[in-house]
Nanobody, 125 residues
Framework: QVQLVESGGGLVQPGGSLRLSCAASGFTFEYYAMGWFRQAPGKEREGVSC????????YYPDDVKGRFTISRDNAKSTVYLQMSSLKPEDTAVYYC??????????????????WGKGTLVTVSS
């Protein structure tokens, strides 16, 4: 049974940092690219990062580039999202996802095969 379990969400002040984790099981983790998405109330789910199966390429949209860093530990079947310089507009439920080995040019939600249930990140003073 495939499982992706996110953790690490919470309340953080603007300018602060947070690290999300996603533990995977039930599939061969090292064969899959991993991504993080977020969805704010009333908005569509948007991709915020992707890392290839072999850890040799990453993707970030412009609004998080330089602030968010995705990484993975294939030995632990875990992917991380380090977020810094957080802004109120980063408030959302963050989801991890698993997809084909290489990140596409612009990863979309439809490209991914497996999804976690999400963890809430709230950026507020």
């Amino acid at each position: 049974q495939v499982q992706l379990v996110e953790s690490g969400g919470g309340l953080v002040q603007p300018g602060g940092s947070l690290r999300l984790s996603c533990a995977a099981s039930g599939f061969t983790f090292e064969y899959y690219a991993m991504g993080w998405f977020r969805q704010a109330p009333g908005k569509e789910r948007e991709g915020v990062s992707c890392i290839s199966h072999s850890n040799d390429s990453t993707y970030y949209p412009d609004d998080v580039k330089g602030r968010f860093t995705i990484s993975r530990d294939n030995a632990k079947s875990t992917v991380y999202l380090q977020m810094s310089s957080l802004k109120p507009e980063d408030t959302a439920v963050y989801y991890c996802a698993a997809g084909p080995p290489a990140c596409p040019l612009v990863p979309t939600a439809a490209w991914y095969d497996y999804w976690g249930k999400g963890t809430l990140v709230t950026v507020s003073s």
